[in-house]
């Protein structure tokens, strides 16, 4: 099956085409995600531009597809620059309707501990993403879990990883997460991660679709409001 990935998240857009197995395919959830096979890369065809229908025409010429044998699309929803978010997620709503295919949804912040993990070791995973007022997006993947906040780095950092001796930091706020002082026991690995990477969407793809929508329900963007 042809599986549509969609990135909103980082610096610019990221889509991915790739070949995966079918929702018939039974994977074990110890095998760390089914190997999809990448055949389109954006981040690799900067030539393409950063607009997304165009980028999707370029990928489905260059894998040599057609557009309707797209069967599903996984987008991240964010947190990420909410202009972006949002217009990525309406993109995705748009096809998907008029495909008429299943979206699903994973958060930015899942992919990154999903990729952080796999270049790192299986420890927690702090991730930050700038907002406004100097506030921000504050997220603890752990074990495939997952729990987002929204507030200072200085208030949430430390209650999150309270009980947590060793993880890893990715997103904007690397530096400043580094030398809090109330961490400063902690063993902190800085992974010099931003994001994650799209092509995990594609690689690892039945980890991201348990979170399904269809016509007349759409993906909607993570943001303050959601989280508050």
Known sequence: MLTLAVSTSSGQFAMVIGETAGS??????????????????????????????????????LCRREITEIGR?????????????????AFVNGLAYSLGIPVYTVSSMELAGIDAESKFGRLPVVNSVKSIRGNAYIGLYNQRN???????????????VKDIDKFIVVGFHRDAIIHLPALKNKFII??????????????????????????PT?????T????I
Do not use: C
């Not at 699309?73 to 997620?89: A, F, K, L």
């Not at 759409?218 to 993570?222: N, S």
């Not at 303050?224 to 989280?227: C, H, M, Q, R």
């Open 146 to 160: 997952l729990s987002i906040n929204y507030g200072t780095v200085a208030e949430i950092v430390p209650r999150l």
């Open 73 to 89: 699309i996984i987008v991240d929803i964010g947190p990420g620059g909410t202009s972006r978010v949002r217009t990525g997620i």
């Open 190 to 215: 800085d992974s010099r991660m931003s994001f994650g990477n799209a092509r995990i969407i594609i690689e690892k793809n039945d980890l991201f679709v348990t979170n399904e929508h269809h016509f």
């Open 24 to 61: 018939d395919v039974s994977i074990s959830p110890l095998s760390g995600g089914a190997r999809g096979t990448v055949l389109f890369d954006s981040s690799e065809h900067p030539e393409h531009g950063n607009e997304l229908d165009d980028a999707l025409s370029a990928g489905l010429k």
């Open 218 to 222: 759409f993906a909607q963007p993570i």
């Open 224 to 227: 303050e409001k959601t989280l």
